[in-house]
Each structure stands twice: as C-alpha cells, then as structure tokens.
C-alpha cells in the first residue's frame, strides 16, 4: 500500500507576517497539508524570528510541520519542527547535531541519485529533488527528470519530495512517478483563484 502524496507548501520569497498569517490560515484550512517551509533569504536573523512567532503557531495548530530553511541553529532556537537545507548549507550531520534527533532535517539533493543516498543513508528524513520545471522562486541549479522519483520510489524507502516550478497543471506526472511529497510555493500563493483554491486543487489530484 502507497501513501498518496502530499503537500509541502514553501512560503513566498519574502512576506509581512501578520497580514500574510491570515492568507497562511484559509490555505491550511482548505486541505491537507504536510508541513511549511520558512523560506526567507538573505534577511536579519530577527525578521526570520519574527516571521516564525507568527506562523508556526498557525501551522503546528492545523498539525503541519513548520521547517526553516538553511538555519539549523535557528530552527532549534527556535522550536520548529524541523530545517531543510542545501548541498551549500550546514552539512547534514551538523545540521542533525543542532536540531537533535527528534526533529525533521531534509537534504537538496538537485538530480543526484549519489547525494540522495548518501543523505538517506546518513539520516535524513526526507531528500528532495529538483528543478522538475522552470521557477521564478528562485534560479534553480539543476533540472530533473521524472525518472530520477520513479527509481527512488521504487528502491528506497526515505520519503521524497519534487520540487521546481510545480503547479496544479503540470503536477500530475511527479504524483503518479512516486512522489511522497510536492514543494510548492507559487503554484500555491499565485494560483489564479487564490491559495485556499490551490490547496483543494492539488489534494484533489492526490
């Protein structure tokens, strides 16, 4: 028996917490959703904190878990459940060591079949691959092919997550190549009825 994929919405490049917070509560109100990434580069250390104070108690009270990007040592200060980092971030064995084993920590593993095994094996409870499509979040490193989800679904057993320019379109291809989880960050907050919409959109495929 497969577990059906999932959601893992990224928030927007950069936000204000407070009026953001209530569009954050009709998107998770809308549907399942497995956890939230902050993702907020190159800000002060306390607007990250700030941001967290509003949020993670909007997505640990509809029971998502609430992950920091690239900041392990943030992430424990601050009491999330978890950080994700890059192949450029904190290695995964410090990052471990900061949040302590009972927190998430998820590897960017690009298109690498290599890296992903090397963090599955090391720990990490998830790996997540990517670009699938082309993305304005961010400037992706690498683009991924759907075969690399098929063959880590079929060998391995450590969850994965596509990310890269993913919407309610052209998602159904990552979904039945196996993946556990699908990073999503304008294909939610730019979708064209709204977030609330996209939530129910995506689990609608699921």
Same mark, same amino acid.
């Given at each position: 028996?497969?577990?059906?994929?999932?959601?893992?919405?990224?928030?927007?490049?950069?936000?204000?917490?407070?009026?953001? &917070?209530?569009?954050?509560?009709?998107?998770?109100?809308?549907?399942?959703?497995?956890?939230?990434?902050?993702?907020?580069?190159?800000?002060?250390?306390?607007?990250?904190?700030?941001?967290?104070?509003?949020?993670?108690?909007?997505?640990?009270?509809? +029971?998502?878990?609430?992950?920091?990007? +690239?900041?392990?040592?943030?992430?424990?200060?601050?009491? &999330?459940?978890?950080?994700?980092?890059?192949?450029? +971030?904190?290695?995964?064995?410090?990052?471990?060591?900061?949040?302590?084993?009972?927190?998430?920590?998820?590897?960017?593993?690009?298109?690498?079949?290599?890296?992903?095994?090397?963090?599955?094996?090391?720990? &990490?409870?998830?790996?997540?691959?990517? !670009?699938?499509?082309?993305?304005?979040?961010?400037?992706?490193?690498?683009?991924?092919?759907?075969?690399?989800?098929?063959?880590?679904?079929?060998?391995?057993?450590?969850?994965?997550?596509?990310?890269?320019?993913?919407?309610?379109?052209?998602?159904?291809?990552?979904?039945?190549?196996?993946?556990? /989880?699908?990073?999503?960050?304008?294909?939610?907050? !730019?979708?064209? +009825?709204?977030?609330?919409?996209?939530?129910?959109? /995506?689990?609608?495929?699921?």
């Amino acid at each position: 028996m497969t577990t059906p994929c999932r959601l893992y919405i990224i928030t927007p490049p950069s936000l204000d917490p407070k009026p953001f &917070a209530e569009t954050l509560k009709a998107a998770l109100d809308a549907g399942d959703v497995a956890c939230l990434q902050l993702r907020l580069k190159d800000v002060p250390e306390d607007e990250i904190a700030r941001a967290a104070d509003v949020l993670m108690p909007i997505a640990q009270s509809h +029971d998502v878990a609430f992950i920091l990007n +690239d900041r392990p040592d943030l992430a424990a200060k601050l009491g &999330a459940d978890g950080v994700h980092v890059g192949q450029e +971030d904190t290695p995964y064995v410090e990052a471990r060591r900061l949040v302590g084993k009972d927190r998430i920590v998820g590897v960017t593993c690009h298109n690498s079949r290599h890296l992903a095994m090397e963090a599955g094996e090391a720990g &990490a409870d998830y790996v997540a691959f990517g !670009a699938f499509y082309p993305t304005t979040t961010k400037d992706p490193k690498t683009s991924c092919e759907i075969e690399v989800l098929q063959w880590w679904a079929e060998v391995m057993t450590v969850p994965c997550v596509a990310i890269g320019g993913i919407t309610v379109e052209n998602a159904p291809p990552l979904v039945a190549a196996g993946a556990d /989880f699908l990073a999503v960050s304008n294909g939610i907050w !730019a979708y064209k +009825d709204g977030p609330a919409a996209a939530v129910r959109a /995506f689990n609608a495929l699921f």
